[in-house]
């Protein structure tokens, strides 16, 4: 049977170090009140112009493939997962592909929010198992520190975000205690708008009663992006946390059940739970209720924040530069996020 493994890892991290304390600078917080809520005790961001995600991605790769023993020309397939594009259009896959000199191979953007590394390893699992890809590069990267709002109003969204990027090399294996065993994926359309950026957009605020975009009164056009847009600050990212945060807590520990009961293990069986790093008490709070050891579950939200779709690739990539996981480890990955989304991986390392 055809598993796909992991067959190389990397991080890339921005030096830019910004500390809670950094933040009092623009907004009216306190290191006490962000580390209390989030855990979070400072961020990363990526250099204002010589850095973007997709260099980011670039430098994950890198170490990716070449921790894989391939070279970028090897790659047949790139799934780059962000919320932080470089462009609207076109996606960060096919700017990895020119900066690494790729051949002219397929390039996938998937846009799964906190969610998105997961459904984008599953994706390349699906492409491995066929048989019609043998080398998949699975990229997480964004740079949120971009356009957040930095004032007091966006204060709850803003501290809790930052920088940075992850990759994986998959291939197939067909060692019996190797590789993804399954994948999960949900999503719930009902909240989408609790945790989103609405604009730039072409909703025309067409789904709520809410005015999410001031558009200009023309017969055409104008409704994309307008003066009055950025005038009414609605270009930012908006998050309901306390509503995110309910949620959260009750789809993490399902769907990290739901890929244990389908390859009949337990929760001890569990070596290293990777969670999405959305928020520290949002990881203590799954620990708890799956009765994990301190052992079993990996954070670091503490020093990088939430970075979204980096988030698990980076944690993963620490976890195993730091000899947490070892050959036929079981290693769970798991996310939620805006959609709403949420998503696992269970795989034997
Ligand atoms: C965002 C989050 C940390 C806020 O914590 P909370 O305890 O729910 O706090 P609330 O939003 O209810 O706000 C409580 C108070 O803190 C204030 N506050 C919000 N952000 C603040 C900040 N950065 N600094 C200081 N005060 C802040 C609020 O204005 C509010 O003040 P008020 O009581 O005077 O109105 C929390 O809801 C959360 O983490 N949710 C999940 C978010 C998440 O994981 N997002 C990523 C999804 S993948």
């Not at 993490?252 to 569990?270: G, H, K, R, W, Y």
Request: net charge negative; proline share 3%; hydrophobic share 40%.
């Amino acid at each position: 049977m055809i598993r796909s493994k992991i067959a190389g890892i990397g991080m890339y991290i921005p030096s830019h170090v910004v500390t809670n304390n950094d933040l009092l600078k623009y907004m009216d917080t306190s290191d006490e009140w962000i580390q209390e809520r989030t855990g979070i005790k400072e961020r990363r961001y990526a250099h204002r112009t010589e850095e973007t995600t997709t260099t980011m991605g670039v430098e994950a790769a890198k170490i990716a493939i070449e921790r894989a023993g391939l070279t970028p020309q090897e790659i047949d397939f790139i799934v780059f997962a962000t919320i932080c594009p470089d462009y609207y259009f076109p996606g960060c896959g096919v700017l990895l592909q020119r900066a690494l000199k790729m051949k002219e191979i397929a390039a996938l953007d998937v846009r799964n929010q906190c969610s998105g590394f997961v459904y984008a390893i599953s994706v390349a699992d699906q492409f491995i198992k066929t048989g019609m890809y043998k080398n998949i590069l699975v990229v997480g990267a964004e740079k949120h520190s971009f356009g957040l709002d930095f004032s007091t109003r966006g204060r709850n969204v803003s501290v809790i975000f930052g920088d940075g990027a992850g990759a994986v090399v998959l291939q197939p294996t067909e060692k019996e205690n190797q590789g993804i065993l399954s994948t999960h994926l949900h999503s719930d359309g009902e909240s989408a708008e609790i945790l989103a950026m609405y604009n730039p957009g072409t909703h025309a605020n067409h789904w709520k009663p809410e005015k999410y975009a001031d558009f200009d009164d023309a017969e055409i056009g104008e409704m994309f992006f307008s003066h009055k847009m950025i005038d009414n600050a609605q270009v930012f990212p908006y998050m309901d946390g306390p509503a995110v945060f309910k949620k959260a807590i009750i789809k993490f520990p399902e769907v990290i059940m739901e890929s244990l009961q389908a390859n009949n293990l337990q929760t001890t069986d569990i070596k290293v739970l990777i969670p999405h790093q959305a928020n520290l008490r949002i990881s203590q709070f799954v620990q708890q209720k799956l009765k994990l050891r301190d052992d079993q579950v990996h954070n670091n939200i503490q020093k990088f924040g939430n970075t979204t779709a980096a988030s698990i690739p980076i944690a993963l990539c620490e976890a195993w530069e730091q000899g947490k996981i070892k050959d036929g480890d079981l290693v769970c990955l798991a996310a939620f996020g805006s959609g709403f989304t949420w998503a696992s991986a269970l795989l034997r390392w």
